[in-house]
């Protein structure tokens, strides 16, 4: 069964401070992988989306890393800031071929970071 | 920037009722999707459409039906509302790249009651 999976469930971080997410996912055959940032009231937004064949992405202070062999991937966030306070979303594509992969959501890690 | 927007943020309506959520996005996509967000759940797709006039049913489409009559417009359908459809949903397009993000709305918070 295609399944995502996140931890923590939730997490609590002092601001500066560094942080890393986890997501194992189970989907093959595997296309991408994409980590959304979700802030409350408001709808996912892409931070990152990687292929097999990329270890690690940035987009700021953000740095995602994946291993596909052990099917797991990581969300890295530095010095973080009271804006990063967020549910982080693990998503996992699919590949089927020219058409677009279905998308399996990991129920999201709720980051909160004090001043 | 991609712009999908959502027509109301905050709904409530009575069971047994009709209820239309309408999603428009201006970056010409033509993949459109349909989601409701509920706590410890995640997304869960309801129904999504890859052209005008064409739909898919998700994996949770009973109670919901969608409609596409134009490429930038998605509409979800609760034909008869319940109280457990009662949620947070999200509208998101995407093109025919595999690898591009799905660009969502900012959600309609619907209450039955």
């Known amino acids: 069964k295609n399944q995502v999976e996140q931890s923590p469930q939730s997490l609590i971080i002092l601001e500066g401070k560094n942080c890393t997410l986890q997501?194992?996912?189970?989907?093959?055959?595997?296309?991408?992988l994409r980590w959304y940032k979700q802030d409350t009231g408001r709808g996912p937004v892409s931070l990152t989306i990687?292929?097999?064949?990329?270890n690690t992405k940035s987009n700021g202070r953000y740095t995602a890393t994946l291993d596909a062999d052990t099917k797991q991937s990581s969300l890295h966030i530095t010095a973080s800031q009271l804006s990063d306070s967020a549910s982080y979303i693990c998503?996992?594509?699919?590949?089927?071929?020219?058409?677009?992969?279905?998308?399996?959501f990991g129920r999201g890690t709720q980051l909160t970071v004090w001043p | 920037d991609v712009k999908v927007t959502q027509s109301s943020r905050y709904l409530v309506k009575r069971t047994g009722e009709k209820v239309f959520l309408e999603c428009v996005q201006d970056?010409?996509?033509?993949?459109m999707f349909w989601y409701r967000q509920d706590p410890g759940l995640g997304l869960r797709l309801i129904y999504f459409?890859?052209?005008?006039?064409?739909?898919e049913k998700g994996d949770i489409p009973e109670g919901y039906s969608v409609s596409r009559e134009k490429k930038e417009r998605f509409s979800l359908i609760l034909e008869s509302a319940s109280t457990n459809q009662t949620s947070m949903y999200l509208c998101?397009?995407?093109?025919?790249?595999?690898?591009?993000?799905?660009?969502f709305g900012n959600g309609t918070r619907l209450t039955v009651t």
């Open positions: 998101a397009s995407t093109g025919w790249d595999l690898n591009s993000p799905l660009h």
């Open positions: 997501c194992n996912y189970t989907v093959s055959p595997f296309s991408n």
């Open positions: 990687m292929t097999f064949s990329e």
């Open positions: 998503v996992v594509s699919d590949y089927r071929g020219s058409t677009l992969g279905r998308l399996y």
């Open positions: 970056m010409d996509h033509e993949n």
């Open positions: 459409s890859y052209d005008v006039k064409m739909k």
